[in-house]
T-cell receptor, first 115, second 110 residues
Framework: GAGVSQSPRYKVAKRGQDVALRCDPI?????LFWYQQALGQGPEFLTY????????KSGLPSDRFFAERPEGSVSTLKIQRTQQEDSAVYLC?????????????FGDGTRLSIL | AQSVTQPDIHITVSEGASLELRCNYS??????LFWYVQSPGQGLQLLLK??????LVQGIKGFEAEFKRSQSSFNLRKPSVHWSDAAEYFC????????FGAGTILRVKS
């Protein structure tokens, strides 16, 4: 079946604007993860969902970042009042049940540029 | 807290030569360890994983990795590199969420 799908692939916004990034996980995958990858760095964990429940949001850098997964499938990462330091690639991953021995499958990411 | 160190930012090897990418981790218990590869503009693809058992694990594309508990290492190897292997490689440890190293960029010269 299809892999993890993210949209848009590229997003350019002016500082102060709000943005919304979408992730469509692999069908049937219970767990969904968001990561932020700054230029030249490895991905860093942002938040984790098990079905519609957000079980860990310890990686969200500020209260401007908000994620939801209302029906336990598609997820949206929203960034309010964007700042230049928010420029990064945002990666979404899903796994079957979120246990540590289940590999995460990644989408191609959304590259966000804040002007 | 868990952490991953990839000491080499860039590595250049000749096509056909062998490859070893280093990874050291810090984790309080038996770790779940992964290697991912990322081509430009794309997401991460899983190469291989270690959970338990045999410390030498085989992955896709001819890659293998060896878990050495005494050295807290999980180095990635390939006996003969192909030009298509040029990409960025990430080692990661999972203790509820993936923690990645900073990555190693592999360049292959013909």
């Amino acid at each position: 079946g299809a892999g993890v799908s993210q949209s848009p692939r590229y997003k350019v916004a002016k500082r102060g604007q709000d943005v919304a990034l979408r992730c469509d996980p692999i069908s049937g995958h219970v767990s969904l993860f968001w990561y932020q990858q700054a230029l030249g760095q490895g991905p860093e964990f942002l938040t984790y969902f098990q079905n519609e429940a957000q079980l860990d949001k310890s990686g969200l850098p500020s209260d401007r970042f908000f994620a939801e997964r209302p029906e336990g499938s598609v997820s949206t990462l929203k960034i309010q009042r964007t700042q230049q330091e928010d420029s990064a690639v945002y990666l979404c991953a899903s796994s079957m049940d979120g246990r540590s021995n289940q590999p995460q499958h990644f989408g191609d990411g959304t590259r966000l540029s804040i002007l | 807290a868990q952490s991953v160190t990839q000491p080499d930012i860039h590595i250049t090897v000749s096509e056909g030569a062998s490859l070893e990418l280093r990874c050291n981790y810090s984790y309080g218990a038996t770790p779940y360890l992964f290697w991912y590869v990322q081509s430009p503009g794309q997401g991460l693809q899983l190469l291989l994983k270690y959970f338990s058992g045999d410390t030498l694990v085989q992955g896709i594309k001819g890659f293998e990795a060896e878990f050495k508990r005494s050295q807290s290492s999980f180095n990635l190897r390939k006996p003969s590199v192909h030009w298509s292997d040029a990409a960025e490689y990430f080692c990661a440890v999972d203790g509820n969420k993936l923690v990645f190293g900073a990555g190693t960029i592999l360049r292959v010269k013909s």
